[in-house]
């Protein structure tokens, strides 16, 4: 071995502990692309293949009731490649064992050739024409009620109550993140997807030779926008409520919204992790050189070239990241299946899993080479532009000039070491600065992803417990007359009853327009109320519209316009609406009126959608069973228990996140105040021993070295405050509307761990750097020259 | 150094008779007795000091003469408290040094010592007035920080930082910085090492008038043989055994010192 490479190998293991404080951060970095950017290849990948696969439709189009003859009609769309008609209705599941009656979403399932958005069948066979009361069932919904092929699933289908034999068990595309509608997260055990044939379909929901569900894929030059708008034309006379793309389509769109942030944050968190790479290897070796810099002229002395020299010192940064991209690899490889396992709970595919593709791992070994060159140019830098004779000569006394303290006058009020301690810092504004920003971001990243938890428990508390405040919602199976609200008024259990009606409407402004749902609500109501994302109740307005923000943001309308609204159902009329008020409500895209005026708008008689209700009982079980078994009700739902499923999910994935938050946020604040402090140490070892000779004690010098990294790491922490509340933000700006907004709120919990996470791990580091404080040997050190 | 793997080799050997030297009626400051030093370097033992008696008194200046490696160094750490004898005592007035453990020999340094080296040690981010504070601050009975560098000559270069001074004005802060908190002895180590005669001189001439002003027993440890005209005591130490003592009836005037 060359004399230089060994030297490197004992040099290295000299500084194995900054070398490894590097290493891991290094190491998180890659290990957070792996993970983090590999579970979204992952999913791309299924989805992109089940997608193909399957022929995952490109628009939906659902109306009342049109004749299957209009087929011919829409396939000679131009752009139109192949088009499926459907029949599709909700009906509640009777299940052993459940007060509260589950709902099913009942799909036609056309023969698997020609069926668009496909099934993939899991187990079992595909139902047939033949077969009557035989059913296919989600594979989700099976697994949460322990269904197997053979088992009897329960329905209410028009007030009747059928036996349906299950025959197959299987996935849909079109239902990869099984939502039931205005839901956020599935609900396995009482949401299903039940697939029948066409034909049983027809004879059961009293549609044969009928459907109320198109959807359609297009050639891949096809104008979308111009098929849907050809497509809603033809549908328009038999209750067309519109068509709609991919992009709201609901599975789709929750599986692009988690794609989109998985890709950001698996971008994001990387580079900070390799930004403090960068700057670790920049302090470490600009301080080995200078310790180093008479070997330095030694060895030009002796004719070594600068290149072999900056080469030298460039292995140390490269040798960094290769031990963390050994341990990264590994560690990324295994967390990554662990995501994609984690993610299979919610997102469904014939084939997803986790595989570390070889371009990946290049690309993240490529990146932290690149950062620890960029961090490491500096001193190797430093190291060519020695001139061996300068050198030789011991450096010159650090150069001091009085600080802001001295020029404020203040200087005077302070202790000798307090004043060492504010001109270290002084005296290299930029590296204190730096120091301070890594500190930082391990609060941070801390509160950045533990914002999310706190904001969605805003979002739920407001949502259910300021605006749903009904013990029970059910929605009917058609409208109803509003006598039914004094129907529901006399079952047993129920103290109030609270009705609204929803109509399908198409609301414009100008060239905008949106498909959307008006809510009719009465003025007094007290159960279900617009709540905005401050908990301000608005009041519905007598007259006029109140929208939500997002909607509104797309129409650009303010308070005051007037929008064109387009009733798609009855007789279809269309008036111009004052929209009086908007609201930055958290759900859906709303939007209210008055009850009495949407029935006037409809025309016609006055019929309700449904009902909010308020339970006498404590527990809500047996009414729920006595309405899931009324012929009208299509859904139970209750608010309540869908915010307990939504805690329990939510504190299993929250237990999992914290644990590698607070992992990331420590190696990031341990390694940028660890080798802060070994720095420091090295630079005034001399200095420490000096006060150590005076009669200052271990402790009194320890403080005084620790100072400097303790008042950075307390200056840096409200930094890391307010940066990670602008990354909360910049999240909560990126993250698509459409389906929820999550409030910007970071609580003082959260403020308070990520400030208890960074001091314990710089306490922590001040403790490893303590014990070679104590082994310092004062004589040898102020027998030498610096 | 030297080297040896058998110390009851020299057990007997002649001591020098510094113990039995009384200095006139002078209280002694320090009292050590059969001292030894032995470094353990893994593979190799390196005895630094064999079998030494010494003492100091008070109110003298006392010049440790001797050759790298003479032991000198090792022989005032020890007096210092930065270090510890393998065997033998040392005493301090009533403190025991060879028994006290690190709390109570921090305490003797911040109260009863004073230190000063070859490369001066100065704190970089301190001007020279707050590099004598750093002392006065901890210490009981200190003098004002202005007047420890009146004595030294310093009065006006007080508010400049260490890189502002040249060798021989950081030497004679380090020197205030000593003798601020009223210490009964000062140890140097080699002082003028690092200077030219003309500042060397000067460094010299703030020890000694330290010494006159003060009563301040000194003990200066140097190569240089020129020295040893300024002290009351000369000893010689050669591999780790004193080897001579001289008493000098009058000290030199430090004009007349040349190297």
Not at chain 1, 88 to 106: C, M, N, Q, V
Not at chain 1, 559 to 579: F, W, Y
Not at chain 1, 771 to 776: G, I, T
Not at chain 2, 42 to 70: M, N, P, Q, Y
Request: contains cysteine.
């Amino acid at each position: 071995m060359k004399a230089l490479n060994k030297k490197l190998f004992r040099d290295l293991w000299h500084h194995r502990g900054q070398m490894f404080s590097i290493a891991a951060v290094v190491a998180t970095a890659i290990m957070t692309v792996l993970s983090m950017r590999g579970t979204y290849e992952s999913l791309v990948i299924a989805r992109d293949s089940y997608y193909h696969e399957s022929r995952f439709p490109d628009v939906w189009s659902n109306l009342e009731r049109a004749p299957e003859l209009l087929r011919g009609q829409i396939e000679q769309i131009e752009g139109v490649t192949a088009v499926d008609t459907r029949v599709t209705f909700a009906a509640s599941l009777d299940l052993d064992d459940r007060d509260t009656p589950a709902t099913g979403r009942f799909i036609s399932a056309s023969d698997p050739s020609v069926m668009l958005g496909a099934l993939h069948m899991r187990s079992g066979r595909w139902v047939t024409g033949r077969d009557r009361d035989r059913v296919m069932i989600s594979e989700k919904f099976a697994l949460a009620n322990e269904f197997i092929e053979g088992d009897t699933l329960r329905a209410v289908i028009n007030g009747r109550l059928r036996n349906l034999e299950i025959i197959g068990i299987a996935i849909s595309p079109e239902h990869s993140y099984a939502v039931p509608a205005g839901a956020l997260f599935p609900d396995d055990a009482n949401y299903g997807i039940v697939w029948m044939s066409r034909e049983a379909i027809g004879s059961v929901f009293d549609m044969e030779g009928a459907f109320n569900e198109v959807v359609l894929t297009l050639a891949s030059n096809a104008d979308v926008e111009g098929v849907m708008l050809k497509l809603n034309r033809i549908l328009e006379p038999y209750g067309g409520l519109g068509s709609y793309g991919r992009e709201f389509q609901l599975s789709n769109l929750f599986l692009e919204n988690e794609l989109k942030q998985n890709r950001t944050m698996g971008t994001a968190i990387p580079a900070i992790f390799l930004a403090v790479v960068a700057f670790l290897l920049n302090i470490v070796l600009r301080r080995l050189i200078s310790t180093q810099r008479q070997e330095i002229a030694v060895l030009k002395a002796f004719g070594y070239s600068n290149v072999d020299i900056g080469l030298f010192y460039l292995q140390f940064a490269l040798t960094a990241v290769l031990a963390g991209a050994v341990i990264g690899i590994g560690i990324g490889a295994w967390l990554g299946g662990v995501m994609v396992e984690l993610y299979k709970d919610y997102f469904v595919f014939p084939d997803l899993h986790y595989e570390l593709s070889a371009g990946l791992v290049a690309f993240a070994i490529a990146i932290s080479v690149i950062a620890a060159i960029v961090g490491a140019l500096g001193g190797v830098k430093k190291a060519i532009n020695l001139p061996p004779a300068e050198a030789m000569r011991p450096q010159a006394p650090a150069r001091f000039a009085p600080g802001i303290f001295e020029r404020l006058g203040l200087a005077k009020y302070l202790h000798s070491s307090t004043r060492m301690v504010l001109r270290n810092i002084e005296r290299r504004p930029i590296k204190s600065l730096f120091s301070a920003l890594g500190v930082s971001f391990s609060v941070a990243i801390l509160i950045t992803g533990m914002f999310m938890f706190d904001g969605v428990d805003r979002l739920m508390d407001l949502q259910f417990n300021v605006a749903q405040r009904e013990d029970l919602s059910v929605t009917f199976n058609r409208s109803l007359g509003i006598g039914s609200k004094f129907e529901l008024g006399r079952i047993k259990g129920v103290a109030s009853a609270e009705m609204f009606r929803m109509v399908p409407v198409r609301i414009s402004k100008g060239h905008r327009e949106r498909e959307s749902g008006i809510t009719g609500r009465a003025l007094g109501d007290e159960l279900s109320r617009i709540v905005d994302s401050d908990g301000r109740i608005i009041p519905m307005p007598l007259k006029g519209l109140v929208v939500s923000k997002v909607l509104a943001d797309q129409l650009e309308v303010v308070p005051g316009d007037r929008v064109q609204v387009e009733v798609l159902e009855g007789a279809r009329v269309s008036r111009k609406l004052e929209v009086v008020s908007i609201v930055d409500d958290l759900m859906g895209m709303s939007v209210y009126m008055n009850i009495v005026e949407l029935h006037r708008l409809v025309g016609g008689p006055r019929m309700v959608s449904g009902a909010s209700l308020a339970s006498s009982d404590l527990d809500h079980s047996q009414l729920s069973g006595i309405l899931g078994k009324l012929p009208a009700i299509a859904s139970v739902t209750s608010p309540r228990k869908a915010f307990d499923l939504f805690d329990e999910q939510m504190s299993k994935s929250m237990y999992i996140g914290i644990f590698f938050l607070i992992g990331f946020s420590s190696i990031i604040a341990v390694s940028v105040i660890y080798n802060g402090a070994r720095i420091a140490l090295s630079e005034r070892g001399r200095e420490l021993a000096s006060l150590r000779v005076l009669g200052f004690s271990k402790r009194e010098v320890a403080v005084l070295l620790f100072s400097e990294q303790g008042l950075i790491t307390l200056f840096a922490i409200p930094i890391g405050w307010y940066i990670g509340y602008l990354f909360a933000q910049g999240i909560v700006l990126m993250v698509p509307t459409e389906t929820f907004r999550i409030p910007l709120v970071v609580d003082a919990g959260t403020y308070f761990l990520s400030t208890v996470v960074t001091i314990a791990a710089a306490i922590g580091s001040f403790w490893i750097v303590r014990r070679r404080l104590n082994n310092y040997d004062l004589i040898s050190v102020l027998k030498t020259r610096d | 150094m030297t080297m040896e793997s058998d110390k009851s080799r020299e057990a007997d050997a002649e001591k020098a008779d510094t113990a039995s030297l009384k200095m006139d009626g002078r209280r002694q400051i320090f009292e050590a007795r059969g001292l030894w030093k032995i470094y353990d370097m893994g593979e190799v033992k390196v005895t630094a000091l064999r079998d030494v008696d010494f003492d100091l008194f008070d109110g003298e200046i006392l010049v440790l003469l001797g050759a790298s490696g003479s032991g000198k160094s090792t022989l005032l750490n020890i007096l210092g408290g930065l270090d510890k004898p393998t065997e033998g005592s040392v005493r301090y007035r009533d403190i025991i040094l060879s028994e006290s453990d690190d709390f109570q020999l921090t305490q003797y340094r911040r109260k009863h010592v004073g230190f000063v080296f070859q490369f001066y040690n100065l704190i970089p981010s301190l001007t020279a007035r707050e590099n004598v504070e750093l002392v006065t601050e901890i210490s009981d009975d200190p003098m004002p920080p202005e007047e420890a560098l009146e004595l030294v000559g310093l009065e006006d270069r007080m508010d400049h930082f260490p890189a502002q001074l040249s060798g021989g004005e950081q030497q004679r802060v380090a020197i205030a910085r000593a003798i601020a908190k009223r210490p009964n002895v000062l140890l140097c180590d080699e002082p003028t090492g690092a200077l030219d005669l003309e500042t060397g001189r000067i460094v010299l001439r703030a020890l000694e008038r330290v010494n006159e002003d003060l009563g301040t027993a000194i003990a200066v440890i140097t190569h240089n043989a020129a020295i040893s005209a300024m002290g009351d005591r000369v000893i010689q130490m050669s591999s780790g055994r004193i080897s001579k003592t001289i008493i000098n009836e009058k000290r030199a005037p430090l004009e007349e010192i040349e190297w």
